[in-house]
T-cell receptor, first 116, second 110 residues
Framework: EPEVTQTPSHQVTQMGQEVILRCVPI?????FYWYRQILGQKVEFLVS????????KSEIFDDQFSVERPDGSNFTLKIRSTKLEDSAMYFC??????????????FGNGTRLTVT | DAKTTQPNSMESNEEEPVHLPCNHS???????IHWYRQLPSQGPEYVIH???SNVNNRMASLAIAEDRKSSTLILHRATLRDAAVYYC???????????FGKGTTLSVSS
């Protein structure tokens, strides 16, 4: 079964540094998402991306964050200047067209970002 | 998105059925009911979704009340691998993002 793959599985960075988290969504999917989960807390929506532009974003997704689909296969999340509170598990997800926009989301297993 | 209410935790024994409830009294006519689960150290995983009729798939069944103000996810025979956080989420047709709540933590004992 096709999977969403995320790299790296664990990233350690120093406060103030830029990080790029990478995702390869399922190949025929059209909608792409980033979520994060701070340890012990709930899964939080960050941003959705469709047709090469952001379609929705949450309050968390401020100017420090950006997303890009640089080629036909990768989907990236960039954090420009990391803060301690950015330490979390970051999940990428994708979905196909589906009926009524309700096709299931497929999640990767996440990248654990640790900011020191 | 309309709000859902789930118990914080539930316990089950292996090979017994599990009924996970979800209340959504403010559901609108266009809201679909989605269930996802998150196994330890993994990303969320789709389980099932429905609009009005009960739904079955290889993982579970979804029973939707006639007034749609509540639903129940049914795991027919719980296994140790079913221990996870289960999320009941309402999603309308227009929006594309799923918004997760705290979910129900299911423990399964052998």
């Amino acid at each position: 079964e096709p999977e969403v793959t995320q790299t790296p599985s664990h990233q350690v960075t120093q406060m103030g540094q830029e990080v790029i988290l990478r995702c390869v969504p399922i190949s025929n999917h059209l909608y792409f998402y980033w979520y994060r989960q701070i340890l012990g807390q709930k899964v939080e929506f960050l941003v959705s991306f469709y047709n090469n532009e952001i379609s929705e974003k949450s309050e968390i997704f401020d100017d420090q964050f950006s997303v890009e689909r640089p080629d036909g296969s990768n989907f990236t999340l960039k954090i420009r200047s990391t803060k301690l509170e950015d330490s979390a598990m970051y999940f990428c997800a994708s979905r196909g067209q589906g009926a009524h926009g309700n096709s299931p989301l497929h999640f990767g297993n996440g990248t654990r970002l640790t900011v020191t | 998105d309309a709000k859902t209410t789930q118990p914080n935790s539930m316990e089950s024994n292996e090979e017994e059925p599990v009924h996970l409830p979800c209340n959504h009294s403010t559901i609108s006519g266009t809201d679909y009911i989605h269930w996802y689960r998150q196994l330890p150290s993994q990303g969320p995983e789709y389980v099932i979704h429905g609009l009005t009729s009960n739904v079955n798939n290889r993982m579970a069944s979804l029973a939707i009340a006639e007034d749609r103000k509540s639903s129940t996810l049914i795991l027919h025979r719980a296994t140790l691998r079913d221990a996870a956080v289960y999320y009941c989420i309402l999603k309308d047709q227009a929006g594309t993002a799923l918004i997760f709540g705290k979910g129900t933590t299911l423990s399964v004992s052998s």
